[in-house]
């Protein structure tokens, strides 16, 4: 399969635009991905033909939105290649599904004085989820110490790794540095102390094939929007013996066998995990962008971002006055740094002046912004519609910028 990027752009309409009269230089992906018109037909399909709701329904309609919607899930399973259906449970996002394993495996399998290690780049949802269950049950969070450069210090993750250990939660792609963290050797080493591991792959599963079977993790979440679907759709991928093993997340509709006040009994796998209404039209949205995704060659368009990353941050490099921050060896999608005598709001604001978007701030991931002592950064993140022209228009912007200071 050969890449052509003119013809993956034409499939994502909103990059046409011009933004304050400049042509849209879109490099906020690390944020929210662009959607394909895959995913904006199938939306519109659904609602114009199929709307209705899922498995109770006993008409034509609720038959067809339910079928798409199961299909969904199995795009999933294929995506990630999961064991089985039942196995990808959907949520509201990576957030949400960061909870419901905190709260359901967390609450009923973690007690007083294990510990919980999380890496020092992570998120703010991979670690107030842990924070707020240490203090209700007495666990202890321990970060897994970053070095300088971005990259997970994985001697000092040995140093931590005892029988205290009880659950591992990292992130698989930083979204504030781009660091790739060696999770399958991460989950390896956990493991031979009787740990669990959930990885973090909101930033991963857009650049690079995941296989959660191979990674063996106990858990896998990402979010729809962050690779090419909807927004308000997650998914929590886990194993069958711990999903069985956990309880419920919420009550509602649809988690139940059976009510009554005697006593209530727990629909099977994915269900369990499902109360309520789901995002019908989301996961119809998510299946139609994995399709389409995956019909594109993963591989060749992993190595265009390695590329354009490359040349990004040589570029960026020759700029005076530009620091990177995150220089791990192994990155993928993000270009994080700091322009002297800016602030990274004020550079983001007169790039978005020329129609270039990028992301400043903290990235949500506090800590390690604390840790290299600076109060955010500007964030140019690619995707698989990415050019080198975005890359040169980043670069001429950032030289304008350094005229206005
Ligand atoms: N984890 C990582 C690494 C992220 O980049 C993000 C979003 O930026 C999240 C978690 C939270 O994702 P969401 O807001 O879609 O739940």
């Known amino acids: 399969m050969s890449l052509d990027i003119q013809a993956i752009r034409a499939q994502f309409p909103i990059l046409e635009q011009q933004v304050h009269g400049k042509p849209l230089v879109y490099l906020d992906n690390a944020a929210t991905t662009q959607k394909p018109l895959a995913v904006i037909n199938a939306l519109d399909e659904y609602y114009r033909l199929d709307n209705s709701n899922v498995h109770r329904g006993a008409h034509t309609l609720a038959d067809r939105a339910t079928q798409k919607f199961e299909h969904g899930r199995q795009v999933v399973q294929r995506f990630l290649n999961a064991p089985a259906p039942e196995l990808v449970l959907w949520s509201r996002g990576t957030t949400e599904s960061i909870n419901m394993v905190a709260q359901s495996y967390g609450r009923t399998f973690l007690q007083k004085g294990d510990v919980i ?54 992130v698989h792609v930083s979204n504030a540095l781009g660091t790739v963290n060696p999770v399958a050797e991460i989950i390896q080493k956990a493991h031979a102390v009787g740990a669990k591991v959930l990885v973090d792959g909101a930033q991963a ?27 308000g ?47 019908i039209a989301g996961v119809i949205g ?38 990177l921050i995150g220089e791990a060896p192994k990155k993928a999608g993000v270009m994080s740094f700091l322009m002297a005598g800016a602030h990274p709001s004020d550079v983001g604001m007169l790039l978005d002046q020329q129609g270039i978007a990028v ?7 506090m800590p390690i912004m604390d840790q290299l002592c600076i109060p955010g950064t500007v964030r140019a993140s690619f995707s698989i519609y990415s050019t080198k022209a975005d890359v040169d228009a980043l670069i001429a912007g950032l030289e304008k910028v350094k005229m206005f200071l």
């Open 117 to 170: 290690l999380v890496s020092a780049m992570e998120h703010h949802a991979n670690i107030v989820p842990w924070q707020m269950l240490c203090e209700e049950k007495g666990c202890i969070l321990k970060p897994i110490p970053v070095k300088p450069n971005g990259e997970l210090d994985m001697a000092a993750f040995d140093a931590l790794l005892d029988g205290s250990v009880k659950f591992v939660s990292v």
């Open 205 to 231: 599963v857009a650049h690079f094939p995941v296989d959660v079977q191979a990674l063996d993790c106990d858990f896998y979440v990402f979010s729809a929007h962050k690779v090419f679907g909807p927004t």
């Open 359 to 365: 992301r400043t701030g903290h990235h949500c991931a």
């Open 233 to 279: 759709l997650g998914v929590l991928y886990g194993k069958r013996e711990l999903l069985n093993a956990m309880p419920p997340y919420q009550g509602g509709g649809e988690m139940i066998a059976k009510v009554s006040f005697a006593g209530t009994t727990y629909n099977e796998l994915p269900y369990k995990f499902e109360a309520g209404t789901p995002h």
């Open 286 to 323: 998510l299946a139609a962008g994995l399709e389409y995704f995956m019909s594109l060659d993963r591989i060749a368009l992993a190595q265009h971002e390695d590329e354009l990353l490359q040349y990004a941050m040589q570029k960026a490099r020759a700029i005076e006055g530009i620091t």
